[in-house]
């Protein structure tokens, strides 16, 4: 596996002693155009599948795990 790098985008998860949290999770979920989160197990499937052999010929590409994210302002 030859692989640059993977993004993933907002991961959907609560971190000890953010009280906004929330709030940043709702305007992430809102601007996103697949108006979802990425997930701990979206990342981990898309990092699954890079390490198969289907993937083999994937070389040198960042791999965006984001729901379009990336593409946005």
């Known amino acids: 596996m030859h692989i640059g790098a993977y993004r993933e985008g907002m ?3 609560h971190p000890r002693g953010f009280p906004e949290f929330d709030t940043l999770l709702d305007k992430a979920k ?3 155009p697949a108006r979802s989160l ?3 197990d979206d990342v981990g499937v898309a990092t699954a599948f ?4 289907a993937a083999r010929l994937i070389t040198g590409e960042t791999l965006y795990v ?3 994210y ?3 302002d």
Do not use: R
Not at 50 to 53: E, F, V
């Open 11 to 13: 991961v959907s998860f």
């Open 30 to 32: 809102a601007k996103a």
């Open 38 to 40: 990425v997930s701990i």
């Open 50 to 53: 890079l390490a198969h052999d």
């Open 66 to 68: 984001d729901g379009d």
């Open 70 to 72: 990336h593409i946005m």
